[in-house]
Nanobody, 123 residues
Framework: EVQLVESGGGLVQSGGSLRLSCVGS????????MAWFRQAPGKEREGVAL???????AYADSVKGRFTISQDSAKNTLYLQMIFLKPEDTAVYYC?????????????????WGQGTQVTVSS
């Protein structure tokens, strides 16, 4: 079964930056969607960004221009570069994988999930 492990979270001041990583193992799908989600306390899990196997990317409006999703297929690693972080970006960030190319950031469409990494942005 696919396994996803996130890292790179931490505490950062408002305006700062972080890069999250997600290493996948037992990846057997050539056509797929990888994505980052986040969940703040008391809120629903929301999609942040996605990337297809062919490199197509899409972002939630709240992070456009500040977050960049990328992947290194040779290393089976997904990244999320975050700049100009705001306190409202504070959440647990999860990476997820779906079989096929999924054009929407709805959690129910994703098959595999990592355990999450905490990102805290102080004001």
């Amino acid at each position: 079964e696919v396994q996803l492990v996130e890292s790179g979270g931490g505490l950062v001041q408002s305006g700062g930056s972080l890069r999250l990583s997600c290493v996948g193992s037992r990846l057997t799908y050539s056509i797929y969607t990888m994505a980052w989600f986040r969940q703040a306390p008391g809120k629903e899990r929301e999609g942040v960004a996605l990337i297809f196997d062919n490199g197509y990317t899409a972002y939630a409006d709240s992070v456009k221009g500040r977050f960049t999703i990328s992947q290194d297929s040779a290393k089976n690693t997904l990244y999320l570069q975050m700049i100009f972080l705001k306190p409202e970006d504070t959440a647990v960030y999860y990476c997820a994988m779906a079989r096929g190319r999924i054009g929407s950031l709805r959690p129910v469409n994703f098959d595999y999930w990592g355990q999450g990494t905490q990102v805290t942005v102080s004001s």
